[in-house]
């Protein structure tokens, strides 16, 4: 038995061995892991003073994992490399490749990047915070990022602070200190030193902390540096192009092209007449537009074809290259357009160019009335005295109206319950200071659309007519009063015009109009 004492020492020596290197797997068995990483200790210390080295070191009590670490670590103040960031067990390496400043406190934001290895519970909110000076810096400011256009949050946008004024000319400076705001536009800069800072506020293309895609990027910045310990909202735009043109002419379908415009205009107008260019026809909406559609029915097989348009007092050319495409879909029955006022508007998914009142019917409880009939850009405007309570019915027959590819339209008829008009509420919105002060306001629906609502020229006041259902409520104050929410411009240090929107939708219910007061 003594002989076999070695060989049994040497094989339990080996399954130790084996065991050593095996890889860690995870437990089998009992209740599922719920809970985030725990930090237990950091070397440095979390907020440890005079610290002079760039290797840091997090250990925390479960193995982890480190996903997008590059996107989701965020150092303030930035550096110039990014770090080499580390994960070994339950530990994380974080290796700074720039030398430190000297009496700066330095905060590591490690967003969603940390998270278990079993269950990829993420732990949020973790902060480390260290000084290379004596002190640790206490101050903050703290800022909501909106989208001056839409008052809506800019979450992911970055808010930069300088020691020093920050302006076009030396924007491509690193930020001194920065953050990032959340899913409500919220950002606070901690840690900051007790003084003035200027801001600068970024939705970036490219994250390198550089405003250097205008009309691609938004931007926004304060007249005045910040105070600490203050909270305060920061409006982002897009700038616009300083020149008037055709930025894109798009071809839906053979005839029909969309255009896109640098700058919204009160006035789009086609400057070769119809006639001589074989019925050629512009619809765009009213007010200030920055978008309109083209239809060319008769290009043929041209090749090219130039166009000019009058944009306010802007004089646009392009050249159109038509591929051939086939023409829009057949359309299908018309609709009309707001029935509960007047007049009514028939349209069509193709321009109407030719309609012819005598066969066109209109009867209210079977009782035949007089109506006008009138085209205008495309669409038949029906008018008619409008009587409560009746049921209305508009017939038409075979070719009572053609469309721009001359093709006829079908018998059909479109009936209206006046009595449902219960379902179209007026909805007035007041205002009970600044008199005379220009402003625009809009209902926004669900899928975004903005209806306009008519205001009052002493400016305290409007009011729309709509469908029930949900809308927000948007509100810009118009400051130059040209109809529309213009935004600011870096270069020049002007800041934009604001866009408010209510806080939830209202409510709009069947026979119950509605009177908003807004505060």
């Known amino acids: 038995m003594g002989r076999k004492t070695p060989l049994i020492g040497l094989l339990l020596l080996f399954c130790l061995l084996w065991l050593s290197c095996a890889n860690p797997v995870m437990p089998t068995g009992g209740p599922a892991d719920k809970q985030p990483p725990r930090l237990l200790f950091t070397n440095p210390d979390t907020f440890a003073t005079g610290v002079q080295t760039g290797n840091l070191l997090l250990t925390f009590n479960e193995w982890i994992d480190l996903k997008n670490g590059q996107r989701e670590v965020q150092i303030s103040p930035p550096q110039a490399q990014p770090p080499i960031l580390t994960v070994r067990g339950k530990s994380v390496l974080i290796a700074l490749k720039d030398s430190l400043l000297p009496n700066t406190t330095y905060q590591i934001n490690f967003g969603s990047a940390i998270r278990d ?39 992911g946008a970055v808010c930069m602070a300088y020691r020093s004024p920050i302006t076009a000319q030396n924007a491509e400076r690193r930020p001194e200190f920065l953050g990032y705001a959340d899913s409500s536009g919220w950002v606070k800069l901690n840690y900051l030193p007790n003084q003035d800072l200027y801001l600068l506020g970024l939705r970036e293309s490219a994250p390198d902390f550089i405003y250097n895609r205008p009309g691609a990027e938004w931007i926004g910045f304060e007249l005045t540096p910040a105070k600490p310990f203050g909270s305060d909202t920061l409006w982002l735009f897009k700038e616009e192009p300083d020149s008037q043109a055709i930025r894109s002419a798009t071809e839906l379908h053979g005839g029909k092209w969309a255009l896109k415009l640098n700058l919204p205009a009160q006035s789009i107008e086609l400057l070769d007449s119809p006639e001589d260019l074989s019925g050629m026809l512009l619809e765009r909406d009213s007010g200030m537009v920055d978008s309109c559609v083209l239809w060319l029915p008769n290009t043929g097989r041209m090749d090219s074809l130039n166009i000019a348009l009058l944009a306010d007092n802007s004089l646009l050319r392009r050249t159109l290259y038509p591929k ?56 038949a405007s029906i008018q008619f005295e409008f009587l409560p309570n009746k049921t209305y019915r508009l017939a038409w027959d075979s070719a009572a109206f053609i469309d721009i590819f001359a093709e006829k339209a079908l018998p059909g008829e479109l009936k209206f319950d006046a009595e449902a008009d219960r379902n179209f509420v007026t909805w007035t919105v007041l205002f009970r200071s600044k008199p005379n002060t220009p402003r625009l306001i809009w209902a926004e629906t669900k899928q975004g659309l903005r209806l306009p609502f008519n205001m009052k020229p002493d400016g305290l006041s409007g009011s729309l007519t709509l469908p029930v259902g949900e809308y927000l409520l948007l509100h810009t104050e118009d400051e130059n009063a040209d109809g529309r929410c213009n935004p600011g411009n870096w270069k020049n240090k002007a800041l934009p015009e604001k866009t408010y929107i209510s806080k939830k939708p209202f409510l709009l219910k069947p026979g119950f109009d509605v009177e908003t007061v807004w505060e």
Do not use: H
């Open 117 to 155: 290895i079993t269950e990829a519970n993420v732990s949020k909110g973790l902060s480390y915070v260290f000084s290379t000076g004596p002190v640790l810096d206490s101050a903050w400011i703290e800022r909501r990022l909106l989208d001056s256009k839409t008052g809506r949050p800019l979450a």
């Open 324 to 379: 051939g495409m086939p023409k829009p879909p057949k359309p299908g029955k018309p609709a009309l357009e707001g029935p509960s006022s007047m007049p009514w508007v028939l349209s069509y998914s193709r321009p109407i160019v030719q309609a012819y009142p005598e066969q066109f019917r209109l009867t209210a409880d079977s009782v035949k009335i007089p109506f006008n009939l009138s085209l205008n850009r495309g669409r």
